[in-house]
């Protein structure tokens, strides 16, 4: 909604779905700055290069270097635990 009522100039996107391509082709299209980050090689991300503005690979260790820690404490006191699929 943001893009249609121009309040998105620029967007950064972390993701391998090809299913995006669509919105992030029509996120462009509406004048949007889109850069695409990915870590998986496969058919859907070929598909997400031609449609972003820019385009770039991260290696999975970048990505798993910088995670939040396995738990993490809010300043009221509750705790977020990391998804075990993450680690």
Do not use: C
Request: charged content about 25%.
């Amino acid at each position: 909604l943001d893009v249609f009522k121009k309040n998105l100039r620029a967007a950064l996107v972390v993701s391998a779905d090809s299913d995006l391509a669509t919105p992030i082709s029509m996120a462009v299209e509406h004048g949007v700055d889109l850069k695409l980050l990915h870590t998986v090689k496969n058919s859907g991300a070929q598909e997400m290069r031609k449609v972003a503005t820019y385009f770039e690979e991260i290696h999975r260790n970048w990505l798993r270097n910088n995670q939040l820690p396995q738990n993490y404490e809010t300043s009221k006191g509750g705790v977020i635990q990391r998804p075990k699929e993450w680690a």
